[in-house]
């Protein structure tokens, strides 16, 4: 079901937008889930990922326990390098593999007063979000 009738449902105009945006909504686009102790304190699913957090890839061939830190931001091809992640070229150089944000988990967040604001706002617009919900136990009150 549509939400936005201003919102075109079309495959060609959304993946044309996605691919041709410009670089203040990549950002955005760019996102990555926190991970669940993350959540739990700040009650906030995902954040736009930055350089110096610290991310684990849970998708793909390079995916496993080891943490590594952002090592940049690529938004011109969605996708973000992280420490360790390196692969060996033809002629012997190492380089950056590029993995897509939403294949990364944030371990640790490098916060300053901008994210920290950020955070506040998305958990806050989430506690209004709930206000409406009814649990189990509110049921059984008014019955």
């Known amino acids: 079901m ?7 449902s079309s495959r ?18 760019m996102s990555s889930p926190l991970s669940k102790e993350l959540r739990q304190k700040y009650n906030v699913r995902s954040i736009p990922i930055r350089k110096d957090d610290e991310v684990q890839v849970v998708r793909g061939h390079y995916k ?12 011109k091809k969605f996708v973000v390098h992280v420490e360790r992640i390196q692969r060996e070229k033809a002629n012997g150089a190492t380089v950056h593999v590029g993995i897509h944000p939403s294949k990364v988990v944030v371990v640790k ?11 506040e706002r998305k958990a806050r617009s989430r506690q209004v979000a709930d206000k409406g919900k009814h649990t189990e136990e509110s049921i059984m009150e008014t019955s």
């Open 2 to 8: 549509k939400f936005n009738k201003m919102v075109s």
């Open 12 to 29: 060609r105009k959304n993946r044309s937008r996605h691919f041709n945006a410009p670089s203040h909504i990549r950002r955005k686009i």
């Open 64 to 75: 496993g326990q080891q943490v590594g830190k952002v090592v940049q931001v690529y938004r």
């Open 109 to 119: 967040l490098k916060l300053d007063k901008d994210r920290k604001r950020i955070l």
